[in-house]
């Protein structure tokens, strides 16, 4: 179980908020000026992954009271809490285990006093025979065509992050396959789908847990329907579509062989699903292996958040960033900003990923609480989000920290594309750290006889 602790009665937090009037009226020009080595004390590398949180408005002092914050609310507890598989989930009594499905140690994971990773093994070992049989063409569809489209029909995290991986992991796709994903109950969304598809080459992914969700077994129906009006017999629906999910009957009834039904555990959330049987989609899109180096990758940040101190901890300095701004400076949203078209979906993944894990406004306790839970997180790639928003966040007058992300090196290798890419973020990232105050302005405009 998770400590029931109000973090406004700490003394970190009481110690934040005095801390914080004075921080308001710092700038980040006077911050990088009193400091030449503010880069690599606010830096962290992790393997090829570079962290640069130099740009935000903390000092080493901030950056100490919100570390202690972090032990005052026990958050080195927590985390074992989680990793150990304690039911941290104290709504639903359920633990949060999804860091399991990544596990490349060989060590067990128990869960209520059992080893969860034999089961974990045997459904990746389902999801890589089934994917690779696609792949080879060993399992074809009722006309004896090999399958060339997979439908993934979810919604929410049955949706949201494979299709955010698909997306950014596009370069390594099997050129063979098309991937498409159906969430909204909108009926445009699965027709739109369904003209771009044939029923003898499709492969439907129907992905939800309980196998009752009303979007996704609405669209389901629909699928099902479509195919028939071609497959006619309804035997033909075993090798057309498959479950991603734990009720067994449900989906046996709807038609899919049992073989072809891949399950998880009440630990995984929706959130997490991806890294789960929910990730096959992913799977054939890229292939089995790059779906087991991005399970390695999320394993190598588990480890990271497990066993490094807070002080070079990434995703707990981002979190601390985040509880600092919107709560001592008063920022009702994020935005999270990729210079890589590729990664055009991470920020509705992160929405959810943020927002309906903190979107609460009781406590642990049943108290409502008396601080904000979560900014509003939401973003579009660089450079479109330059010619339709940067305009408020550089000149409007709400206070909207940024987080921007890019890719060193271009996989393309497209030349001035990438350069101008990068150009425009480092130049975009410095214009919002340091700008030009109201005097500066003036000056500029008074020397060029415009005042």
Not at 126 to 152: L, P
Not at 266 to 278: E, K, M, P, T, Y
């Amino acid at each position: 179980m998770l400590a029931n602790i109000d973090h406004t009665t700490t003394d970190a937090w009481k110690k934040l908020a005095a801390h914080a009037k004075t921080m308001q009226k710092t700038n980040l020009s006077s911050l990088f000026k009193n400091d030449t080595n503010r880069f690599s004390t606010f830096s962290v590398q992790l393997d090829n992954l570079l962290f640069d949180y130099s740009k935000n408005i903390i000092t080493e002092e901030t950056k100490g009271l919100l570390l202690q914050l972090a032990n005052n609310c026990k958050l080195p507890e927590a985390i074992n809490s989680m990793f150990n598989g304690e039911k941290i989930n104290a709504t639903e009594g359920r633990a949060v285990l999804h860091t399991a499905l990544r596990n490349q140690s060989g060590q067990p994971v128990y869960c209520e006093g059992k080893d969860v990773m034999p089961e974990v093994q045997e459904v990746l070992a389902q999801m890589k025979t089934f994917s690779q049989n696609i792949h080879t063409g060993r399992a074809k569809g009722y006309s004896g065509k090999k399958i060339k489209y997979i439908v993934n029909i979810g919604i929410g995290g049955s949706d949201l992050g494979p299709r955010m991986v698909t997306e950014a992991l596009q370069p390594y796709r099997i050129k063979e396959i098309e991937t498409h994903f159906v969430s909204n109950i909108d009926g445009a969304d699965i027709k739109s789908v369904l003209a771009k598809v044939n029923a003898e080459e499709t492969l439907f992914l129907i992905a939800s847990k309980t196998f009752t969700t009303d979007e996704t077994m609405t669209n389901a129906h629909t699928a099902r329907s479509w195919f028939l009006e071609t497959a006619k017999d309804e035997k033909h629906i075993a090798l057309h579509f498959v479950a991603l999910s734990t009720n067994t009957r449900l989906a046996i009834q709807f038609g899919i062989a049992e073989e072809n039904i891949f399950g998880f555990w009440d630990w995984v959330g929706g959130r997490f699903s991806l890294w789960s049987a929910i990730g096959l989609s992913i799977a054939l899109a890229i292939g089995y292996e790059n779906f087991e180096t991005l399970l390695k990758g999320a394993y190598t940040a588990d480890l990271h958040f497990q066993q490094t101190d807070f002080e070079k901890n990434i995703p707990v300095l981002m979190a601390l960033l985040s509880i600092w701004y919107v709560n001592f400076f008063d920022a009702k949203s994020e935005a999270v900003l990729p210079y890589a078209q590729y990664l055009h979906r991470l920020p509705a993944y992160l929405q959810q990923a943020a927002m309906e894990s903190n979107g609460k406004r009781i406590d642990r306790n049943g108290q409502p609480v008396q601080y904000a839970t979560c900014p509003v997180i939401w973003g579009e790639p660089g450079t479109n989000s330059q010619h339709s928003f940067f305009q408020l966040l550089h000149q409007g007058t709400p206070f909207i920290p940024c987080d921007f992300i890019a890719f060193a090196k271009d996989i393309f290798q497209t030349g001035e594309h990438h350069e101008k890419l990068l150009s425009n973020f480092f130049a975009q990232t410095e214009a919002l750290a340091f700008g030009k105050n109201e005097d500066a302005v003036k000056k500029e405009l008074k020397n060029k006889g415009l005042t």
